[in-house]
């Protein structure tokens, strides 16, 4: 089974920076992943962040747009999320998800979650 698992989250002051990661693991070595970040703040929806695929190409949702930035390191099965000039309102759990397993014999959709990184950003 696929495991995913995120790191780097912090508390922070507005205007400040963290760089989050997600480990994939467990994985066969004919498949990869694509992978994306979600957040979920208290009272609150689990959201859409960012998304990459495996040909790099990159979706933000709009309140991150120019902020974050995500990217992959396809030889260490890692995704990371660059977040610049942070906001109290992108306080929130951040969760790794990989929605989709591409293998050799084919790709599926998949619902492979971490356990999620906290970012605090104070004001």
């Known amino acids: 089974q696929v495991q995913l698992v995120e790191s780097g989250g912090g508390s922070v002051q507005a205007g400040g920076s963290l760089r989050l990661s997600c480990v994939a693991s467990g994985l066969s070595s004919d498949c990869s992943v694509a992978m994306s970040w979600y957040r979920q703040a208290p009272g609150k929806e689990r959201e859409f962040v960012s998304a990459?695929?495996?040909?790099?190409?990159?979706k933000y949702t709009d309140s991150v747009q120019g902020r974050f930035t995500i990217f992959q390191d396809k030889g260490k099965n890692t995704v990371y999320l660059q977040m610049n000039s942070l906001e109290p309102e992108d306080t929130a759990m951040y969760y790794c998800?990989?929605?989709?397993?591409?293998?050799?014999?084919?790709?599926?959709?998949?619902?492979?979650w971490g356990r999620g990184t906290q970012v605090t950003v104070s004001s």
């Open positions: 998800n990989s929605d989709r397993i591409y293998c050799t014999a084919g790709s599926w959709p998949a619902e492979f």
């Open positions: 990459i695929d495996r040909s790099g190409s990159t």
